[in-house]
């Protein structure tokens, strides 16, 4: 039989599945309002955040929530090649199978002769991955009206991407997504214990130590995962050592958590 | 895989490191205090560095050249009345004493003896009290308007007071060139007798302190210096250092002083 330290590291582990969606008062919101922006007849919708923001955790929601009504395609990987990109697209969206090379031109003509009732939805993730021709190749597909297309983008510190003249000139809905809150920090972790049965982890987690994990993580949703994943793991160390009594388990020590920051690399010791 | 007593090892080390800067303001902090504190108590620093400036000799030539020719000055102007001044003398001698003005006369050979360099240091402690000997053209003066108004009223002696007031700090500072010259320390031990009863107990503090370290057997010198001492407010270290002097001397004249201070009489 696993321990609940062992159930409630499993909890941590970074999988980006729809499944493990947490709803939080604020991301719910922005969450409703990106399922508003795709009704509209919007060309591009740009999301972007720092990495571990949850913006890969949106795209699968909403490709979740979204694919028994309407066709909705999602590529968590950017497909670098221009051709397979087309190829890919031509064979998702409009059923057209390619042996050869396909380039742009050629892409345009099929989409030009398919026509849908409602505009397939094309979910990008990882697009600052793609090559500038290709974004632009994509912006001028968005351009015809024919495809919608969500891209997520990280936002970095040197380059802001929203600047690009060519996304600032289409891009009609930008949504960012932003690192949680202490509270906020606290209810998602909570939730996510308590939607795996783990009650006791959940009642481990005072505002005093969700105050210590959010000032290491910033309210980052992947580090906090890495984090706990690891104090959990600790945890069980400590038992499968017998040295469980040494600490304290109805909360969670501040030795703990920067052991596991240590070991994480989060903390720089 | 996860090393549980290297990670702790990690963890403790990291602490320390965490603590360091608290630790190193809470230190320095303390240090700022405590020489704050050490600093205001004992105003010794200032003392040392008032002292080392005397040393560094600036005025040497005059006061030989300003002395020698006081003298002459002197035999002169008693030259020039010969036939009055044995008579003189011999009036003078038993009226003075008895109304404390021309006590001056003993002052002039002591200044004598201060030239010859080696001399007994606590002869001087009598002389003391005519420290307004020093003043000799003064002093010669004083005696020729004795001579001439032996029996005159108190009029004259006021005038005295103020024409010794005035070359004081002439006659310290030869005194202090020649003491620069020779080191005496019954030199720098007038010079802070002087600088007491002028008032100025910081120099007579530091002259004092002079004496002290060029001869620690002096019992005037302790007195002077504690008394300026307790003139400067530092009450405290003054029955310190007359406590830590009378444990080494037995000196009773200490021991009076000590207990004037500490009932209060003395302030």
Redesign the interface.
């Known amino acids: 039989m696993s321990s609940i330290f062992v159930n409630s590291k499993d909890v941590f582990l970074d999988i980006v599945n729809a499944k493990d969606y947490v709803q939080l008062d604020r991301v719910s919101s922005i969450y409703q309002s990106l399922k508003d922006s795709i009704k509209k007849p919007l060309k591009m919708i740009l999301l972007y955040g720092k990495p571990g923001t949850g913006k890969s955790m949106f795209l699968n929601k909403l490709h979740t929530d979204l694919s028994s009504t309407q066709s909705i395609f999602l590529y968590k990987t950017p497909i670098l090649d221009e051709s397979e990109f087309y190829k890919t697209l031509a064979q998702d969206i409009f059923g057209t199978r390619y042996s050869g090379e396909l380039n742009f031109t050629q892409f345009m003509k099929i989409v030009e002769k398919k026509e849908f009732q409602e505009t397939p939805v094309v979910l990008l993730d990882e697009a600052q991955l793609y090559s500038d021709v290709l974004m632009e190749k994509i912006r001028l597909l968005s351009d015809t009206r024919t495809v919608k297309f969500v891209i997520t983008l990280h936002k970095t510190e040197k380059e802001d991407i929203i600047a690009k003249e060519h996304f600032q000139t289409r891009i009609w809905e930008t949504i960012e997504l932003e690192n949680a809150s202490s509270s906020e920090l606290k209810i998602y972790i909570q939730k996510k214990l308590m939607k795996a049965n783990c009650f006791d982890s959940a009642n481990m987690f005072t505002n005093k130590s969700v105050n210590r994990i959010h000032k290491i993580t910033n309210g980052n949703y992947r580090d906090t995962n890495k984090l706990l994943y690891t104090l959990f793991d600790l945890y069980s160390l400590y038992e499968k050592s017998s040295r469980l009594s040494n600490i304290r388990t109805d909360q969670v020590p501040n030795k703990l958590i920067e052991m596991s920051a240590i070991h994480t690399g989060l903390i720089d010791a | 895989m996860?090393n549980?007593h290297e990670?702790?090892q990690?963890?403790l080390?990291?602490?320390i490191?965490s603590y360091l800067p608290y630790l190193a303001i809470v230190l320095s902090v303390s240090v700022i205090f405590l020489s704050l504190f050490v600093f205001l108590r004992e105003p010794s620093t200032p003392i040392t560095k008032n002292i080392t400036p005397i040393k560094a000799p600036v005025i040497s030539p005059k006061p030989q050249v300003i002395l020698k020719p006081k003298q002459p000055q002197v035999e002169k102007k008693v030259l020039t009345q010969k036939k009055e001044l044995p008579q003189v003398q011999k009036e003078i001698i038993p009226s003075p004493r008895s109304t404390n003005k021309v006590i001056l006369s003993p002052s002039l050979g002591f200044m004598k003896k201060m030239q010859t360099d080696q001399q007994p240091y606590y002869k001087n402690e009598h002389t003391n009290e005519n420290n307004d000997v020093q003043i000799k053209a003064p002093t010669v003066t004083v005696v020729r308007d004795d001579i001439q108004h032996v029996e005159h009223p108190k009029i004259e002696t006021v005038k005295k007071i103020s024409i010794t007031h005035k070359n004081t700090h002439n006659d310290i500072a030869e005194i202090i060139s020649r003491f620069k010259k020779n080191n005496n320390p019954a030199l720098s031990l007038f010079v802070a007798k002087k600088y007491y009863e002028l008032g100025d107990y910081r120099q007579a503090y530091n002259y004092a302190l002079i004496t002290n370290q060029i001869n620690q057997d002096i019992e005037v010198s302790w007195i002077i210096f504690t008394k300026s001492l307790v003139k400067l407010g530092e009450k405290k270290k003054a029955i310190k250092t007359l406590k830590q002097y009378i444990h080494q001397s037995h000196s009773n004249s200490a021991q009076i002083l000590l207990d004037e201070i500490i009932s209060g009489k003395f302030k």
Do not use: I
């Open positions: 996860l549980l990670l702790e990690r963890w080390r990291y602490k490191k």
